[in-house]
Every structure is written in structure tokens, then in C-alpha cells.
């Protein structure tokens, strides 16, 4: 059982872990000029030995599941070695990555082996001219051709995290069940969220989750039971569907009254929430194994910072600039 544990009784099972922060696609509603450094000092990005003593610190204290995200975590050369180095933690059940697919049909092989066991992958539109004009990359062939190959090594599953947005595929619903009906493909749509620099997009295509619950409802699918590590989407299966239906919704009443999940950055901060705080530096009792206890001693007690909202109903975004930050 997690021994973290914050004031309002929730326990975290579950790390978001960021081995970088630069991305190579340019989404419209993340990083519509491309990635720009900003974050990063002369230290860099966490460094492999960095990374195994953070997820060791955080399975010790009873963490289940680790998903390691960015920007896109495959840009990082050591990537595999990275995914190697949590497996070394024989308590965690799960090691989940999400990626924008750009390198999953050459790598996703030796991702399995090194010990991966779940990935999601970005993919906001099934049209091609749409999702380049989503991304900034001309790239959904090679994503899909990376889905399969993910089928291919082995995976049951593969989750896919799609931004709901208006009038550009919040009405394609039908596309995407097809799409899942032989697949089996967990498909999370996921609403625009405001962040920093992203107000105007909000407002022009903003639609709440709430739209495609209902459709599901009326076409027959059912909520499932969310087990304790999960991320924040509520499952819906249709007996007629291999694939599901995921539906994660910020701007709902109560979604934080589940929270599971923290997150580290990619250059060592505890962040409490996914949104609106600067974060809890980790990074200086991570240069070498004899701060362990030090270093699980400040997350534990960072946990009493943690509000029990994230306050996205009062316009409050934050620092969140990168929406993968919350498709777990």
C-alpha cells in the first residue's frame, strides 16, 4: 500500500516521470511554434542514474505504476537504457510510456524487452491533412504503421490520446469507433484544457467531454470499474467493441477527489498537481545513492502542500504549457 499519503486522504500509487522536455511535433494546442528550451539549465535533462534513484525513491514508498512522458520521450537516446533502469524496481507493476508514435515502429520491439509494459500514443485525428494540420507533421502513416508494430511485439493493448476539440474532430466520433471496433485500442478523448499562452484556442474550441459521454451512453457503452492505479479517465465498454473508450475531463465536478498520480519533471521537480505550481526540487539528493531516505523524507512531507483542487474552474492554468502532462 502507497505511504504517500497528502492531507485530504489520497494515496499515490501512480508517477508521471519526464525524462525531457523537447518534442518534435508542433501541436496547435501545446507547442504551436515548435519546442523552445526554457526549463533547461547547464545541469540538462535528469541523467540515467538520476532516474533510477527517483523511481526507486518513489516504489519504496509503495508507487505501482510509472509512466515516462515529455515533451517526447523517445528523442532521448537513452531511452531504452532509461526504461531498463526502472524495470530494476521488482515491486512496479507497470511501466507505461506515452509518445507521439514518431519512433514506435522502429523502437517499440526493444522497448518491450528492456521491460515496457503499456504505451499511449498521441493521435488527434485519423485524417491525414487533419492531423498535419494538428502537428506539423505529415507523420499519422508512420504512426499507425507504429500502433501495429506495438500489436506486433506483443502489447494486448494500446491506449490512444486524443484532444477533443470543436470543429475539428469533436463530430468525427463515429470515425474513431470504427476505427476500435476490431482493434483492441483504449481511445481517451481528452478536453482542450486552457494553459498559459492558450486562451483564445480555448475558447474557439473548448467542448466538454460531456457531448461524447452522452453519445456513448445512448449508443450502449458502460462506465467501468476504475482500478486504484489508473489514470484519470473513465472506461466505457461496448460488447460489440474490441476497443474502449476513455473520457478525461478536467473541467468536471469532483475530478480531483481520485487523484492518484504526481509528477517529477525532467529536470528533477516534484510537481503536487498537473497544473499551477512551480514545483518541489528533488534533483540536488539525486547525485548519488546516499540520500535516499532524505530524498522519499521530502516527498513525503512535500505532500501536505497538496491542494485539494486544481482550481482550472477559476481560469487558474498554471505553468502547464504540454497537455501530455495529463493523458495518463
Not at 55 to 70: D, N, P, Q, W, Y
Not at 289 to 299: K, V
Given at each position: 500500500?502507497?505511504?504517500?499519503?497528502?492531507?485530504?486522504?489520497?494515496?499515490?500509487?501512480?508517477?508521471?516521470?519526464?525524462?525531457?522536455?523537447?518534442?518534435?511535433?508542433?501541436?496547435?494546442?501545446?507547442?504551436?511554434?515548435?519546442?523552445?528550451?526554457?526549463?533547461?539549465?547547464?545541469?540538462?535533462?535528469?541523467?540515467?542514474?538520476?532516474?533510477?534513484?527517483?523511481?526507486?525513491a518513489?516504489?519504496?514508498?509503495?508507487?505501482?505504476?510509472?509512466?515516462?512522458?515529455?515533451?517526447?520521450?523517445?528523442l532521448?537516446?537513452?531511452?531504452?537504457?532509461?526504461?531498463?533502469?526502472?524495470?530494476?524496481?521488482?515491486?512496479?507493476?507497470?511501466?507505461?510510456?506515452?509518445?507521439?508514435?514518431?519512433?514506435?515502429?522502429?523502437?517499440?520491439?526493444?522497448?518491450?524487452?528492456?521491460?515496457?509494459?503499456?504505451?499511449?500514443?498521441?493521435?488527434?485525428?485519423?485524417?491525414?491533412?487533419?492531423?498535419?494540420?494538428?502537428?506539423?507533421?505529415?507523420?499519422?502513416?508512420?504512426?499507425?504503421?507504429?500502433?501495429?508494430?506495438?500489436?506486433?511485439?506483443?502489447?494486448?493493448?494500446?491506449?490512444?490520446?486524443?484532444?477533443?476539440?470543436?470543429?475539428?474532430n469533436?463530430?468525427?466520433?463515429?470515425?474513431?469507433?470504427?476505427?476500435?471496433?476490431?482493434?483492441?485500442?483504449?481511445?481517451r478523448?481528452?478536453?482542450?484544457?486552457?494553459?498559459?499562452?492558450?486562451?483564445?484556442?480555448?475558447?474557439?474550441?473548448?467542448?466538454?467531454g460531456?457531448?461524447?459521454?452522452?453519445?456513448?451512453?445512448?449508443?450502449?457503452?458502460?462506465?467501468?470499474?476504475?482500478?486504484?492505479?489508473?489514470?484519470?479517465?473513465?472506461?466505457?465498454?461496448?460488447?460489440?467493441?474490441?476497443?474502449s473508450?476513455g473520457?478525461?475531463?478536467?473541467?468536471?465536478?469532483?475530478?480531483?477527489?481520485?487523484?492518484?498520480?504526481?509528477r517529477?519533471?525532467?529536470i528533477?521537480?516534484?510537481?503536487?498537481?498537473?497544473?499551477?505550481?512551480?514545483?518541489?526540487?528533488?534533483?540536488?539528493?539525486?547525485?548519488?545513492?546516499?540520500?535516499q531516505d532524505?530524498?522519499?523524507?521530502?516527498?513525503?512531507?512535500?505532500?501536505?502542500?497538496?491542494?485539494?483542487?486544481?482550481f482550472?474552474?477559476?481560469?487558474?492554468?498554471?505553468?502547464?504549457?504540454?497537455?501530455?502532462?495529463?493523458?495518463?
Amino acid at each position: 500500500m502507497s505511504s504517500l499519503i497528502d492531507t485530504f486522504d489520497r494515496r499515490f500509487y501512480y508517477l508521471r516521470l519526464s525524462v525531457t522536455d523537447v518534442c518534435n511535433f508542433r501541436c496547435t494546442y501545446c507547442l504551436p511554434d515548435g519546442y523552445r528550451p526554457q526549463s533547461v539549465r547547464n545541469k540538462g535533462f535528469l541523467s540515467l542514474d538520476e532516474i533510477r534513484r527517483v523511481s526507486r525513491a518513489f516504489v519504496a514508498a509503495g508507487t505501482e505504476k510509472i509512466r515516462l512522458t515529455g515533451g517526447e520521450p523517445s528523442l532521448r537516446r537513452d531511452f531504452t537504457e532509461i526504461i531498463a533502469a526502472v524495470r530494476e524496481n521488482p515491486e512496479l507493476r507497470k511501466i507505461a510510456m506515452t509518445t507521439n508514435g514518431y519512433r514506435m515502429q522502429r523502437d517499440i520491439q526493444q522497448w518491450r524487452d528492456a521491460g515496457l509494459t503499456a504505451v499511449n500514443v498521441s493521435i488527434d485525428s485519423l485524417d491525414a491533412r487533419q492531423f498535419y494540420a494538428i502537428t506539423g507533421q505529415d507523420k499519422l502513416h508512420q504512426v499507425m504503421s507504429g500502433i501495429d508494430a506495438a500489436f506486433e511485439a506483443g502489447f494486448a493493448q494500446v491506449k490512444v490520446n486524443t484532444v477533443l476539440m470543436k470543429d475539428l474532430n469533436s463530430h468525427q466520433l463515429h470515425t474513431f469507433l470504427d476505427w476500435i471496433k476490431s482493434r483492441p485500442i483504449q481511445l481517451r478523448f481528452i478536453e482542450l484544457m486552457e494553459t498559459g499562452e492558450g486562451s483564445a484556442l480555448f475558447r474557439k474550441h473548448h467542448v466538454s467531454g460531456e457531448v461524447i459521454r452522452q453519445q456513448l451512453l445512448r449508443l450502449g457503452w458502460q462506465l467501468q470499474v476504475r482500478a486504484k492505479d489508473d489514470g484519470p479517465a473513465q472506461v466505457f465498454s461496448h460488447p460489440e467493441y474490441q476497443g474502449s473508450i476513455g473520457l478525461i475531463m478536467p473541467y468536471e465536478k469532483d475530478f480531483c477527489l481520485s487523484c492518484n498520480r504526481l509528477r517529477v519533471s525532467a529536470i528533477g521537480n516534484l510537481h503536487l498537481c498537473l497544473f499551477g505550481e512551480h514545483g518541489i526540487p528533488l534533483r540536488d539528493l539525486l547525485a548519488d545513492d546516499q540520500h535516499q531516505d532524505e530524498l522519499l523524507a521530502r516527498i513525503r512531507h512535500s505532500l501536505g502542500r497538496k491542494k485539494q483542487t486544481h482550481f482550472l474552474h477559476q481560469g487558474n492554468t498554471g505553468i502547464t504549457q504540454n497537455l501530455s502532462f495529463i493523458g495518463g
